[in-house]
């Protein structure tokens, strides 16, 4: 198996680590700061290592109108999300969408994300990579698990922070996605993986002007996924997600994450239990 990435002196995502749970809202809104006091403090309650995941901009949108967090002020936008950081106490994972954002978000985030609809995008993904930071590729939904090696492959190559791989569905139909367990033990064997139990249960573009999801179906992929054996758990989570303003249908109420990570808890690793290819 490939060697743990290192996020932080406390926190790595790999083989010999334990699980980490990534979590926080989809996009930057007034409830982020007491967001991430509360993970922080109930991780590390729970001894589960933590990152804190928060979009600082989101500009993949199923309509014009669509929620993005910056309103046009990316730059803005990028030095709240540090003052939660900076506040909170929390390693940070945020996703960009462009090159000419890189530079700013490196001195920001402590792991860049790559979305899933910009997987294949060579310069972006070589910018990130660039930077030094570690870099997160989800997985796109158009992509069979053995694909992904190419992707990471344009990070490693560039870059010395090291590469993660999530896993969020794959397209299945219209307006629904489905998540084939294969593919986790498959990526497994070139990256460390996280799995992205939100958004393995969206419906992309669901609701007409925005996308729906699933939310009753979180924990138990979440659980199927550490029994087959992944590095970390990826959801989002709002205090009411049903007034949220993004991804809200495909998120935890922030009520429940306790419950559900006890859950995680009690399910046998299955990274121990993965046979060498």
Known sequence: MPAPVRITDELSIGDGAPWAFIAGPCALDATALDTARYLKELCARLSVPFLFK???DKANRTSLTAYRASHGRWEESLNELARVKAEAGVALLTDV????QVQAVARVADVIQIPALLSRQT??????AKTGKPVNIKKGQFMAPWDVEWAIEKAQVTGTGGVIVTERGS??????????FRGLPIMRRISPVVFDAGHSVQLPGGHKVCSGGQREFIAP??????AVGVDAVFVEVYQDPDSALCDGPNSLPLRDVEAFLKGLL????GRAQTPSP
């Open 54 to 56: 928060c979009s600082y």
């Open 97 to 100: 969408h462009c090159t000419r």
């Open 123 to 128: 310069d972006l993904i070589v910018a990130a």
């Open 171 to 180: 397209s299945f139909g219209y307006n629904n996605l489905v998540v084939d």
């Open 221 to 226: 992929l979440a659980r199927a996924a550490v």
């Open 266 to 269: 009690r399910v046998p690793d």
